[in-house]
T-cell receptor, first 114, second 113 residues
Framework: DAGVIQSPRHEVTEMGQEVTLRCKPI?????LFWYRQTMMRGLELLIY????????DSGMPEDRFSAKMPNASFSTLKIQPSEPRDSAVYFC????????????FGSGTRLTVV | GESVGLHLPTLSVQEGDNSIINCAYS??????FIWYKQESGKGPQFIID?????DKRQGQRVTVLLNKTVKHLSLQIAATQPGDSAVYFC????????????FGKGTKLTVNP
């Protein structure tokens, strides 16, 4: 089992550019979560999917952020246009079960917007 | 001006000592709690969990204690090793609500050889 796979590991981009982060969840996991980690706010949930359907996007900061899950093995988080305050580590996690059990996190994408 | 970063609580212990990391959770309706370990450059990694109908659970070298009266969770690490150095987060799940986990701010544990 390769675990949750995120790409790229690091991304440096200029303000105003579009950024796309990618995630491949563990096969058979029905839930996929996108979290953002910053020193100021810690780990925050942005959005989560169940069976490829977005369920709770209340954590998405603003319209510049969007997330999709076109199939069970792939999800993207897009920021357009990016701003320096978006700089953070973005984690994807997946789980098989309801109830918060069995979350597995990816290694994260460190995004720097200059 | 520049934003002030979050100041993580820190705990520094000697190798071989026992460590206790504390967490105050926010929602009295939470039914499930997890401790995660995050090493530098990696994602959070599951350590141990506990359901709200329990007050203690033991794993290998780790014990989690839950006090629902004061909404407090603790993680005890026995015979702490240098490899235990990391940031530790508690997380809570609330039954009947969103499937999300709400994470605490974290505690940085440093183990001195």
């Amino acid at each position: 089992d390769a675990g949750v796979i995120q790409s790229p590991r690091h991304e440096v981009t200029e303000m105003g550019q579009e950024v796309t982060l990618r995630c491949k969840p563990i096969s058979g996991h029905d839930y996929l979560f996108w979290y953002r980690q910053t020193m100021m706010r810690g780990l925050e949930l942005l959005i989560y999917f169940n069976n490829n359907v977005p369920i709770d996007d209340s954590g998405m900061p603003e319209d510049r952020f969007s997330a999709k899950m076109p199939n069970a093995s792939f999800s993207t988080l897009k920021i357009q246009p990016s701003e320096p305050r978006d700089s953070a580590v973005y984690f994807c996690a997946s789980s098989r079960n309801r109830g918060g059990m069995g979350y597995t996190f990816g290694s994260g994408t460190r995004l720097t917007v200059v | 001006g520049e934003s002030v970063g979050l100041h993580l609580p820190t705990l520094s212990v000697q190798e071989g000592d026992n460590s206790i990391i504390n967490c105050a959770y926010s929602n009295s309706a939470s039914d499930y709690f997890i401790w995660y370990k995050q090493e530098s450059g990696k994602g959070p990694q599951f350590i141990i969990d506990i359901r709200s109908n329990m007050d203690k659970r033991q794993g290998q070298r780790v014990t989690v204690l839950l006090n629902k009266t004061v909404k407090h969770l603790s993680l005890q690490i026995a015979a702490t090793q240098p490899g235990d150095s990391a940031v530790y987060f508690c997380a809570e799940h609330t039954q009947g609500g969103s499937e999300k986990l709400v994470f605490g701010k974290g505690t940085k544990l440093t183990v001195n050889p």
